[in-house]
């Protein structure tokens, strides 16, 4: 396939120069100022070797202008927390960051918005919106270091989608440069627009395709502190919705989270925290289940009287119930901290995909079949947010795999998804790494359309060139 745009010709020294004297708000960085910096999540992040931080709007549409003119293309990059290569970077082009762009401009209370630049992090927003007693309608693990123009850019999900929706969602406006240069101002503080189309859901999910992402307007909700929390064995995926389902429908409490971790992900991960699961039957998996209530006490009763009315009907494998904070977070770090098999599988083959929830059980039952098809020695690592049906899932081998070997592990994985009605990509985006996925299973006509919108916006293909294939 043929990739719109391609590496300038310019080297990053030569660029230095003329990029230093765009503008009075623009910073410019260089391999020497990069390189006792942390790529994130992806060590090819810092290729391009030089990045321009702009620290207000106009900077970064000089910065764009530029790059327009002498055909230099740029890679936007956020919090660099993205998994699946999305802000890979090349030597000849340019790192367009939010690291400047991070001011909180308004929270306003009484209509619950909160407008702010693209480099604010999730956390900086969740503690200032605390202030007023409201917090994010989505949350992440990553909260600490993702932004909000690269939640915005990969139509981030988390722990609260299958209550609040995904970031698509809680975005009320935005502003974004154009790979033109010119400024699309859309900050629309209010739910209801029927103004023609809504122009902005071409940045949620476009992955720095179609422009850069500079402020944003976010719905936020009230804040619910009071939280009770519990590990929960279940025989099934069909179990745990029964379980979420009787969550949902407690008027005196929330549903904040309902994370399931399959019995291999859930007895290594404990068993190299020091976590006790002796009270979990051996072969169950476990739910993390947290509600939130008027006060810790009515939060806490409403979780265990629910258990216990629920513990025969539903067969429950063993359950605990947090008796502190501490507890609480302990429970939290077995799902968030997912990352801790690359220690002993480096480079492992990991997916992102969602399906309907009542499919879960039958996909996970024909993935262990299908990856023991291609290796009796397969297995996975199994995770995710039960609720929305989107699953983590990784590969218990050390990687990279070769090309043919991954891309059968690929149609393992992928199996079945679209036909139920799900998605080979739930919550990471596209990037390089599941360039495939998108290939082999997004249809052609939506393949094309998505062609001719970057054509029109994007002629010259300059905007995050080879990551979602326009």
Not at 278 to 297: I, K, N
Not at 307 to 336: N, T, Y
């Amino acid at each position: 396939m043929t990739l719109i745009g391609s590496p300038s010709p310019l080297a990053s020294q030569d660029l230095i120069q003329p990029l230093s004297g765009l503008h009075p708000d623009l910073a410019v960085l260089t391999a020497e100022d990069l390189a006792g910096r942390h790529p994130g999540e992806h060590p090819g992040n810092f290729g391009a070797q030089i990045m321009a931080q702009p620290s207000s709007t106009e900077a970064a549409a000089a910065l764009v202008t530029w790059c327009a003119a002498h055909d230099v293309t740029i890679v936007p990059q956020g919090g660099l927390t993205g998994l699946v290569g999305g802000s890979i970077s090349r030597s000849g082009e340019v790192i367009l960051s939010t690291a400047r762009l991070n001011r909180i401009l308004s929270i306003e209370p009484e209509e619950m918005t909160a407008t702010v630049e693209a480099g604010v992090t999730l956390e900086a927003l969740q503690q200032a919106a605390a202030r007023h007693g409201l917090t994010t309608g989505i949350d992440l693990g990553s909260r600490g270091t993702a932004t909000v123009g690269g939640m915005v850019s990969t139509n981030a999900g988390g722990i609260l989608a299958f209550r609040n929706g995904v970031m698509r969602h809680q975005v009320l406006g935005l502003e974004a440069v154009l790979p033109s240069g010119d400024v699309l101002c859309d900050l629309t503080r209010v739910v209801k627009v029927s103004a023609g189309p809504d122009l902005k859901q071409l940045f949620i999910g476009g992955e720095g395709a179609f422009g850069f992402v500079t402020r944003v307007v976010l719905k936020l909700e009230p804040q619910r502190p009071y939280r009770a929390t519990a590990l929960v064995g279940v025989a099934d995926a069909r179990t745990a919705l029964a379980l979420v389902r009787h969550f949902r429908s407690r008027p005196a409490v929330t549903l904040e989270a309902a994370e399931m971790m399959w019995p291999r992900y859930i007895r290594d991960h404990a068993a190299l925290k020091g976590l006790d699961l002796s009270w979990l039957e051996t072969e169950a998996a476990a739910l993390l289940v947290e509600v939130s209530g008027e006060s810790m006490e009515a939060a806490t009763a409403v979780l265990e009287e629910g258990l216990e009315q629920l513990w025969e009907p539903l067969d429950l494998k063993g359950g605990i119930v947090a008796q502190s904070l501490d507890q609480a977070r302990k429970f939290w770090d077995i799902r968030e901290d997912s990352g801790f098999y690359y220690a002993e599988i480096p480079l492992a083959a990991s997916f992102d995909i969602s399906v309907p929830p009542l499919f879960l059980d039958a996909y996970v039952a024909g993935l262990e079949s299908r990856l023991k098809a291609i290796d009796p020695t397969y297995a996975a690592y199994v995770y995710g947010h039960i609720a929305d049906g989107n699953l983590h899932l990784t590969l218990i081998k050390k990687g990279p795999l070769p090309d043919a070997e991954l891309q059968a592990v690929e149609e393992a994985v992928y199996t079945g998804i679209h036909e139920a009605g799900g998605s080979f990509s739930a919550e990471h985006g596209v990037g390089l790494e599941k360039r495939h996925g998108y290939e082999s299973f997004v249809s052609p006509e939506k393949q094309a359309l998505g062609r001719a919108l970057k054509q029109a916006l994007d002629p010259k293909g300059l905007f995050n060139p080879g990551k979602v294939p326009f």
